[in-house]
């Protein structure tokens, strides 16, 4: 217990209430995120899994409690922070390289007006190394496969040096070889000492990458250890009507 | 007798400044799916072109202050309930040039003026013309030079953007801005109409040889400028409208490029038909 106190926290959420405009999208959340440590946030679609995400960007306001993110408020920690977006939101067509996507990771901490140093160009070289795709570097980002493409965005995170990484549905659509690649990255991250949020429906995924889990709709219906909090009876009261028991012990969730 | 006093001399320059202006500028154009937005600028400016006439003012000030309130109409009514950026800009395009057709045909003696408007004249531009369009261009690739990076992930990716605290509003603007500005200085060459045809192009045409960005701009630049030199000369050889000449060669060099890129059978699916949901595994796309 000393030794989880002597932890840095790098996301703190108190009794923390989430809205767009006068709609609450989240209310009531509280846990404590450590460096080092992965949180999956698991709940069905609508549960407000982004909107968390988003609000520990400082893009969604939070209404009551409080979220801090790495001892500041979560505009003021942006710089630490890294974003992790679904890639097929992305443009396929838009004519960038995969270099160019990666370096995009370095532009907050290079500043306006300057370019790229020879350090950055390293740093961005050195993170898509990590995932796997130094050899794709000159190639349109569009011209990737989807799981290809995650991996990039993910280099695009580690460029960024974060000490908070956050994952928006990573895994979706992701074949075997990349969802491999993306969960060592993400390990690799979490032994250099980052703390890594990380949305999901996978369960066999949550157990395998992450030490927490965040059960979420609309309110939280749990949070803690992965092996306490993913039972039956919590997933049952987050999926409500769309989880289904197997043999007593086990739960499908129909509808993610 | 100064070099610059050879009509076709300045037509020229001009048609050279806004080559590069226009592919430049039409490298985001393309890249944002702007065009639709570019073409709304275009009869936009319309409105402020006729009162500055009316008033006697410079036409290039009254056409910019009159875009510049269109931009700024088409981001606030696109955040709208349920409005989205092309319902905005439609009204924008057919409401701004409603206007300009009310304000014309209130007036007599103003149809001259208003042909050379709306298809331009580019043998007619001044010397004060063109150093109005070198300055512009000048100040456009400053700021796109400056701003590069960051129009460049705001363009890609917009949450991004915001992830890392970057003013997406301030830069979208500005990037809308840096279009009003090259239609407004395009349109005494190719007029109103013919205006976004330099803007989408030479880039279009770019687009369709590389997908390295690095290399979109250079190519844009020499296929803006090839039709703009080109179409100045035709003109002047077979005495036809200059502004319709470049925008010809603008279509004929997409249409060139798009034959090539057939018989390289290097054509992807329409940008609309989404993507195979299937995986496809790594192994087969290496």
Known sequence: ?256 | MSWLDSTVHRAMIEAALVGVLGGVVGVFVIARRLPFFTMALTHGTFPGIVIAALLGVDLYLGGGVFGLLVVLAVVVFSRARGQDFTAATGIALSGGFALGVVLVSAQDGFSKDLTAYTVGDVLAVSTSDLVITAGVAVVVLVVMAALGKELLLVAFDRDGASAVGLPTAVLDFALLAIIEVTVVATVPALGAILTVALLVGPAATARLITDRLVLLFPIAVAVGVSCALAGVWVSTQWNIAAGASIALFCGAAFGLAFLASVLRGRLRPAAGVPASPVAVPEEARA
């Open chain 1, 1 to 256: 217990m000393t030794q989880q106190q002597d932890r840095t926290a790098a996301l703190v959420l108190e009794k923390a209430s989430v809205a767009y405009g006068h709609v609450p999208v989240l209310e009531e959340l509280h846990g404590t995120v450590h460096s080092g440590e992965a949180v999956a946030l698991i709940g069905p679609n609508g549960a407000g899994k982004s909107t968390l995400i988003k609000a520990v960007l400082g893009l969604v306001p939070t209404v009551r409690g409080r979220i801090e993110v790495l001892g500041v408020t979560p505009a003021q920690a942006r710089r630490d922070v890294a974003y992790v977006p679904q890639a097929d939101t992305l443009d396929p067509d838009f004519p960038v390289s995969v270099e160019q996507v990666v370096m995009m990771g370095r532009y907050r901490k290079i500043g306006w007006l300057r370019r790229p140093s020879a350090t950055d160009r390293a740093l961005a070289a050195e993170a898509l190394e990590r995932v796997g795709l130094s050899d794709r570097a000159r190639n349109r980002f569009g011209t990737l496969s989807g799981g290809q493409r995650q991996r990039v965005l993910l280099a695009r995170a580690i460029a960024a040096q974060p000490r908070l990484l956050l994952l928006d549905e990573p895994f979706n659509g992701v074949d075997a070889v990349s969802q491999h690649a993306l969960l060592e990255a993400i390990a690799q991250l979490k032994q250099q000492g980052a703390a890594v949020v990380v949305s999901t429906h996978d369960l066999a995924i949550a157990h395998l990458a992450c030490d927490e889990v965040c059960l979420l709709n609309r309110h939280q219906f749990g949070f803690g250890p992965t092996d306490e909090i993913l039972t039956p009876e919590r997933l049952r009261a987050t999926y409500g009507g769309h989880a289904l028991e197997l043999r007593g012990d086990r739960v499908i969730v129909t509808q993610t």
